[in-house]
Nanobody, 129 residues
Framework: QLQLVESGGGLVQPGGSLRLSCAASGFTQNYYVISWFRQVPGKEREAVAC????????YYVDSVKGRFNISRDNAKDTIYLQMNNLKPEDTGVYYC??????????????????????WGQGTQVTVSS
């Protein structure tokens, strides 16, 4: 059973930075994609950054390209989301999710939520002055 625990959310001013962490335990196979989803009230939960546990490839949605960076520390079984130059529209609850898949990283990153088997509890990010 894979477990995911997020941390690192908070309140930050526009232009600021935050780093989210997703501590994972229970990996039994290496073909997972781990993604950071963002939930904004009234909108669908969407993936913003994804990383393959198998080969380390990454994918970002256009709205965060150049500002967010997803990475992993295999020794700590932790996935990070470094968020820079934050904007008010980045506000939301951020979830870490994992899905076992043979899809490409790009396909999995835009796949429906039900492709993901495991979810963390979420962490709030608020970008406001």
């Amino acid at each position: 059973q894979l477990q995911l625990v997020e941390s690192g959310g908070g309140l930050v001013q526009p232009g600021g930075s935050l780093r989210l962490s997703c501590a994972a335990s229970g990996f039994t196979q290496n073909y997972y994609v781990i993604s950071w989803f963002r939930q904004v009230p009234g909108k669908e939960r969407e993936a913003v950054a994804c990383i393959s546990n198998r080969n380390g490839r990454t994918y970002y949605v256009d709205s965060v390209k150049g500002r967010f960076n997803i990475s992993r520390d295999n020794a700590k079984d932790t996935i990070y989301l470094q968020m820079n130059n934050l904007k008010p529209e980045d506000t939301g609850v951020y979830y870490c999710a994992a899905g076992a898949t043979l899809m490409t990283i790009q396909a999995m990153c835009v796949a429906p939520r039900n492709e993901y088997d495991y979810w963390g509890q979420g962490t709030q990010v608020t970008v406001s002055s």
